[in-house]
């Protein structure tokens, strides 16, 4: 039997003071409530109400019934009012993942300024160099860059970012200027470390030419390479979202400015929902407006 829709119309039949009353309120038959009444006392073992040809009244034990009837039902109307108010209006906790890249790039200015549009969302942003598993470490979202493999995730394109080959004027200076992406085989390259350290840069001038690179140092940040390649330590292949603002201020020099490095796509990736609550859609969608 089904407990609950029993316990509405007993609150029912106990409100309006007889069965024919509360079939008439429900808009069942007589003979449908008194099922659901005898059945509540079957499944309790005991009566709830007195029952004669003229009234009806409930029994010590109906009386206490009813009155947590009352009590269950309210919290249940109040949890359906929630949960409706929230599928119409942005409202809750989103957990976000994003590369430590990012944190000095445009997803904090963007965060920003969403949880300014939607004041009743909170965000926990963590920043992460390795590949999370939104099921497994429990996010909502995750900022992902590169071509992403089939998994059966959802991911939106938010950019584009061309990765830049630079380094300071220091380190130029005592070790001179690659002209050909060849040239890197004799520099200190600095080195980002994924699941393994990617020393293959890739370029595109006259034709795609791969280089195998190495150098002194190699990290899983990105932020920490460009402050290393700041320092003077070596040439560093970074976003130029990373890099702009050192190469607009001459910190850094764009090497092999003729030669183009392929795109690196950035994707807001996240699990597939067909009803997708208005704080993940409205996120997914103010984030891909702002990155284009």
């Known amino acids: 039997m089904d407990v609950l829709a029993s316990m509405k119309v007993f609150v029912k ?73 929230q599928r119409a209006h942005p409202r809750g906790r989103l957990r976000v993942s994003a590369s430590p890249t990012l944190a000095s790039d445009r997803l904090i200015p963007a965060i920003a300024a969403y949880l300014k549009a939607y004041p009743e969302v909170d965000i926990e942003l963590q920043f992460n160099d390795r590949v999370v598993d939104l099921v ?39 070790h001179g200027t690659p002209q050909v992406p060849d040239d890197l085989r004799q520099h200190n390259c600095l080195v980002f470390l994924r699941a393994t350290p990617q020393r293959d840069w890739l370029f595109q001038g006259v034709s795609s030419e791969s280089v195998r690179v190495h150098g002194q140092l190699s990290a899983n940040n990105g932020t920490a ?41 950035l994707h807001l990736v996240y699990l597939p929902d067909k009803q997708m609550t208005p704080k993940l859609s409205s996120f997914i969608e103010f984030m891909v407006k702002r990155f284009a």
């Open 13 to 85: 039949v106990v409100d309006h003071g007889s069965f024919s009353a509360a079939a008439q309120s429900i808009g069942i038959s007589s003979t449908m409530v008194g099922n659901h009444v005898q059945g509540l006392e079957k499944h309790l073992g005991t009566r709830l109400l007195h029952r004669t040809t003229r009234r009806q009244s409930l029994t010590e034990i109906g009386q206490g019934y009813y009155t947590q009837c009352l009590a269950i039902l309210g919290q249940i109307e109040h949890a359906e009012l929630i949960a409706r108010e």
């Open 136 to 174: 497994e470490d429990g996010f909502d979202l995750v900022f992902r860059y590169g071509e992403l493999p089939s998994s059966g995730l959802v991911g939106r394109l938010l950019s584009k970012n061309r990765r830049i080959a630079c380094a300071s004027p220091a380190y130029l200076q005592s």
């Open 225 to 265: 390479l460009m402050n290393a390649a700041l320092e003077g330590i070596g040439i560093v292949l970074l976003p130029q979202t990373l890099v702009d603002d050192a190469l607009k201020d001459g910190r850094l020099v764009h090497v092999l400015p003729d030669h183009e490095t392929l795109d690196r796509p």
